[in-house]
Structures are given as structure tokens and as C-alpha cells.
């Protein structure tokens, strides 16, 4: 996996160094730093800054290394951002045995909402192409696990699991996007409408006579949302109609 403008980098080693696996050893004085040691000032770096910010150079700069020193341990930016998503992704825990399938997605959704909202970086890298890591790999057999055996077959199972993960990023990058948006300007969305409002009230086309439909659903949902302050309306909503949805097919299935 790569952010959207880096090449993907060798995949081979990225593999490598995601599961582990040994070099011959080296002569000479032990290593300074480990390659997990690089990977968290990177999480960090991103964490502070967005990813755009991690580079070589700035890394070794926080960890007071040159940055040549840190081609040791990563051969460059694409297989370190692999490295820094599958770190990551050890944050998710499987949801807690005995659960349904409903409440097992419920919390394998809501699990990776907050971990976009605690590493926004991650929805700016790709995600054709999953590092191919152990704890990449735990997350979607969590993801499988909470649909096996209830009536889909594999590729249906897949299938959900995309429609899950899908809804939970594209809502995810709105509620930070518009986090990032209330810092940037300093008003909330309440605030801004509120400066809004007076202006448009002057223009009559801009109006409910010419608009009535999106002005009364507009106002609604302004207040309803604001009311109950949940950035996390629209992906909750969402996805409580995908598993509505889901659990159509399943009881069909059972029939």
C-alpha cells in the first residue's frame, strides 16, 4: 500500500520486514534503533502532522539519526507508510466471543471508526492493496469471522465485509474532514451557518420559497445534528441499514 502519490515500493521486501523475517547477520557494532522503533516515530509523525509529512529525513530527524542510518531498517517511504498501517491495524481487537453477526459487524465498524479518528493519515493512503502483515491479516479474519457461518458463501462474505469497512472510511473521512475544517476556521459548522444565514436571507432565490425541500430537510438535519453533537450520525445511520439490508439476505437464506 501506498499514499496516493508514492510508488509502491519493492513488495517483497515490504513482506519481509512486516513479518519479520531475518537478514543474515551483520558484523559490526548492534543497531541503534529497531525497524519497530522507526515505525512508531513515523505513526507519530503522522499522527502530528498527516502523512505527507513522513519522510525519511524528517524520521531520522526524530529519532537523531541521519537519515542514510535509517535505510538500514527501511529501504524507503512506501514500505515504511506499509509498515506504519499494519502497526496500526495491532490496535483493533476481535469483537467479543458470543456475539451475533450483527452485533460482531456493529463492533468491528465501530472499532475502525475510532481508529481513523485517532489516525486520520489513514484515509489518505490507498487501499487497493492491503499490506500484506500479520496484524492486516488478523483484521480481516476478524472481519470474516463475524459473518461465517451465516448463510454467504465466500465471496458474499467478502462482499460485506467491503460494504462494511467502505461505509466506515467514507464516513469516517467526512467527520474528519470537517474536525479539520472547525480548527482550520475556527467556527463550527452551528457558527458558520449562523454568519450564513443573514446573507442569504437578502438573496430571495437563494430562499425556502425557491428551495422549499432542501431548506426544510437542511434545517432539520442542521439542528438535529448539532443538537446531539454526534459527528458519528451518518456512519451509525449507514450502518445500521446495511446490516437491515444484510440480515434480509441472511433470513432468506434461512428460509
Do not use: C
Not at 525497524?35 to 509529512?53: G, H, K, P
Not at 452485533?103 to 481508529?115: G, K, N, P, R
Amino acid at each position: 500500500m501506498s499514499t496516493e502519490d508514492t510508488d509502491e515500493g519493492d513488495p517483497r521486501r515490504a513482506i519481509e520486514l512486516l513479518w519479520g523475517v531475518s537478514e543474515r547477520p551483520r558484523r559490526g557494532p548492534k543497531p541503534k534503533l529497531t525497524t519497530l522503533d522507526v515505525v512508531r516515530a513515523a505513526v507519530s509523525l503522522a499522527d502530528a502532522d498527516d502523512i505527507e509529512a513522513v519522510t525519511i529525513r524528517r524520521v531520522a530527524e526524530l529519532l537523531g539519526v541521519s537519515a542514510m542510518s535509517l535505510y538500514t531498517y527501511v529501504p524507503g517511504r512506501a514500505e515504511l507508510v506499509d509498515l506504519m498501517i499494519d502497526h496500526v491495524h495491532g490496535e483493533l481487537r476481535a469483537p467479543e466471543p458470543g456475539l451475533d453477526w450483527r452485533a460482531a459487524l456493529t463492533a468491528v465498524a465501530e472499532a475502525q471508526w475510532h481508529l481513523f479518528h485517532r489516525h486520520p493519515w489513514l484515509l489518505q493512503v490507498t487501499t487497493s492493496r492491503s499490506p500484506l502483515g500479520p496484524h492486516s491479516f488478523a483484521k480481516y479474519e476478524n472481519e470474516l469471522r463475524a459473518v461465517e457461518g451465516i448463510g454467504l458463501d465466500d465471496v458474499e462474505m467478502d462482499a460485506v465485509v467491503g460494504l462494511i469497512t467502505g461505509l466506515v472510511r467514507t464516513t469516517a473521512r467526512s467527520s474528519v474532514d470537517n474536525a479539520r475544517l472547525v480548527r482550520t476556521t475556527g467556527l463550527t459548522d452551528a457558527q458558520w451557518w449562523e454568519r450564513a444565514a443573514p446573507v442569504l436571507a437578502g438573496i430571495p432565490a437563494a430562499g425556502a420559497a425557491h428551495h422549499p425541500i432542501s431548506s426544510r430537510v437542511g434545517t432539520a438535519a442542521g439542528e438535529a445534528h448539532n443538537a446531539a453533537e454526534n459527528p458519528g450520525y451518518t456512519f451509525r445511520f449507514g450502518l445500521a441499514r446495511l446490516l437491515d439490508g444484510i440480515e434480509v439476505l441472511v433470513s432468506k437464506r434461512q428460509q
